[in-house]
């Protein structure tokens, strides 16, 4: 059983950064790979970014690429999600979600869930 909590989240204006982080629970956090999601109001919710259980391997979807970064530190059983250049577009609720060994990019793949932390961007 894994718990996320992820924080970082808060109103900022376009052009600004912010980092995103999710501690998990539990002592098995490397064994699993580590997402990004994110669901704006009325949208569905839609993968961000992702990162391997090493922390070698990262991907981003292309609205993303190039402005955020993910990232882990397995000794504190977080992961961060560096945004930079943030747009209206980016408002949202960020989640956290866990991967119990699968490398993927679909919600419905994810085991685990946090409860989200929300960005706002103001134009």
């Known amino acids: 059983q894994v718990q996320l909590v992820e924080s970082g989240g808060g109103l900022v204006q376009t052009g600004d950064s912010l980092r995103l982080s999710c501690a998990a629970s539990?002592?098995?956090?490397?064994?699993?790979?580590m997402g990004w999601f994110r669901q704006a109001p009325g949208q569905e919710r839609d993968f961000v970014a992702r990162?391997?259980?090493?922390?070698?391997?990262?991907d981003y979807s292309d609205s993303v690429k190039g402005r955020f970064t993910i990232s882990r530190d397995n000794a504190k059983n977080t992961v961060y999600l560096q945004m930079n250049s943030l747009g209206p577009e980016d408002t949202a609720v960020y989640y956290c979600?866990?991967?119990?060994?699968?490398?993927?990019?679909?919600?419905?793949?994810?085991?685990?869930w946090g409860k989200g932390t929300l960005v706002t961007v103001s134009s």
């Open positions: 990162v391997s259980w090493s922390g070698t391997s990262t």
């Open positions: 979600a866990a991967a119990a060994g699968r490398w993927s990019r679909n919600r419905y793949d994810m085991d685990y």
């Open positions: 539990g002592r098995t956090f490397s064994s699993y790979a």
